[in-house]
């Protein structure tokens, strides 16, 4: 499933009292530009809404913008929240004003990073560079559940065609 077939999917959410249609459609329209599909309607960040919309739709991970500073209480425990529901290895970004006053963008990464966020990024980022970024997060995610699913059936030298086949021989017996 990976090259020019890939597919990247993921649910929005906006924070707060945020102008959720005309921001979060601007958000939508780029990241589909860059190849990142929005699977349903952008949704307030409510946790339980956006983890019953990601399991729905299947989606690789849960994006959250926000702009009026309140992501922080809005954002907390959506980690758990994915784990409990199954969602163990989604990714999550959020972006943008995510928390009030004047606070460094060093200590909002912090803080995000420790509720279990794989990326933050301040107001004003590129989505063009969001999209890149998350797309190559997912095919990390990706790779890495593969390999974990391989487990110790891998042979250790695949590029051997000999390999290949008493790798096929082992599978199908």
Not at 3 to 31: N, W, Y
């Amino acid at each position: 499933m990976f090259g020019q077939h890939e597919t990247f999917k993921a649910v929005l959410g906006v924070s707060g009292a945020d102008c959720p249609i005309l921001g979060s459609s601007i958000i939508r329209k780029r990241l589909e530009q860059n190849g990142v599909r929005i699977t349903g309607p952008a949704i307030s960040a409510d946790r339980q809404a956006l983890v019953a919309a990601a399991r729905e739709t299947g989606a690789d991970a849960i994006l959250i913008s926000c702009s009026y500073g309140h992501g922080e209480a809005t954002c907390r425990g959506l980690r758990d929240l994915c784990q409990a529901s199954g969602l163990k290895g989604i990714t999550l970004y959020a972006g943008g004003n995510l928390m009030a006053g004047d606070t460094g963008f060093a200590v909002v990464e912090q803080t995000f990073r420790a509720m279990g966020y794989d990326r933050v990024f301040p107001p004003l980022v590129s989505l063009a560079l969001v999209a890149e970024q998350l797309k190559e997060d997912i095919r990390r995610k990706r790779r890495s559940l593969k390999g974990r699913i391989a487990g110790p059936a891998r042979l250790r030298n695949t590029a051997n065609p000999a390999g290949l086949n008493l790798a096929f021989a082992h599978m199908y017996g």
